[in-house]
């Protein structure tokens, strides 16, 4: 059988994105309506910003980005509503504390943030390792989860979580420890490059301001360790997520959305797998990094599906 990944990467025949919505994705600066907090939960400091007023949405991001890839949705979204970005531990700006980079300690990060806000429920949407945080977060606080949006990867132990691992596209599931780190230190935007071109529709759309904004921020003490680390914890992820599904699936509302050149309909089928209530849906012309290379579809599936 092939790999989900790889039916999904096999079409490389592109859609029409406007070139001004994936600039704007890209200026990585939030409005001066947005304000930053450090948040000091659960044996870590998570770098938070927020703004707008109504009901919350909190935004997770992925490994190769931090909070700063969600400025054209979150901008959008404080419209009419509360909008939390933080990074995730060790990534961004947050602390690099020595562990808890398996996703169900994360959660607990996101839970602090929430309590820090004094929110009781909110919608939640994430992509790539975002997506592992917020399904343990949706696991264990489902009455704090109105809505899910998960975008383009897939989540430990769930669905055909061993078939997915054999795709040789994610040998970097497995790259870590000291020797790594000694390979890519001061070689950070080599490595990351290698994310940006190799998993999206059209690598142009990755802007060089966004590479060179993100590579910074990787080429901070203890940020390659920890993103390592990320990856490192999947195995710990997988027994946690079987053991919730074993008994239980997700209850609330999900939407599962893939690139359309990358997890397209197939994000749809293994959620499938770990919740009850999903609803597929794709990113036209894109390849994993949906906020670079069509911003404008990516913000109307999530603003559609949250607005309901």
């Not at 990534?91 to 004094?118: E, H, I, N, R």
């Not at 990320?230 to 239980?248: E, I, M």
């Amino acid at each position: 059988m092939r790999t989900l990944l790889s039916l999904a990467l096999a079409s490389l025949t592109l859609m029409a994105v406007p070139a001004s919505a994936s600039a704007q994705s890209q200026a990585l600066k939030y409005p001066a309506t947005f304000s930053t907090r450090e948040v000091t939960t659960n044996g870590a400091t998570i770098h938070v910003r927020s703004g707008g007023k109504g009901p919350a949405v909190v935004l997770l991001h992925g490994y190769g980005e931090t909070g700063d890839m969600w400025v054209p949705l979150a901008a959008d979204l404080a419209r009419d509503h509360t909008v939390i970005v933080p990074d995730l531990r060790g990534l961004g700006l947050s602390s690099k504390p020595a562990g808890g980079f398996d996703k169900k300690t994360q959660a607990g990060d996101v839970s602090g943030v929430l309590a820090a806000y004094g929110v009781q429920q909110a919608d939640v949407v994430a992509h790539d390792i975002g997506n592992m945080v917020a399904f343990q977060f949706a696991a264990q606080h489902p009455e704090q989860v109105r809505r899910l949006v998960l975008i383009d990867a897939p989540v430990p132990g769930v669905g055909p979580w061993e078939e997915i691992l054999k795709n040789p596209l994610l040998w970097h599931f497995r790259f870590g420890g000291p020797d790594m780190e000694r390979l890519v230190a001061g070689r950070e935007r080599i490595y990351l490059d290698r994310f940006w071109n190799e998993f999206s529709a059209t690598p142009a759309r990755f802007s060089e301001t966004a590479r060179q904004h993100y590579a910074k921020l990787y080429a901070r003490p203890g940020a390659m360790h920890s993103g390592f680390a990320q990856f490192a914890a999947f195995d710990q992820d997988a027994v946690d997520n079987r053991a919730f599904v074993a008994n239980n699936r997700l209850k609330m509302p999900l939407l599962a959305l893939g690139g359309e050149k990358s997890f397209g309909l197939q994000m749809a089928a293994v959620m499938r797998a770990g919740a009850e209530d999903v609803t597929e849906g794709v990113v036209p012309g894109s390849g994993h990094w949906i906020m670079e290379e069509n911003p404008s579809a990516t913000g109307k599936l999530v603003r559609d599906f949250i607005s309901k």
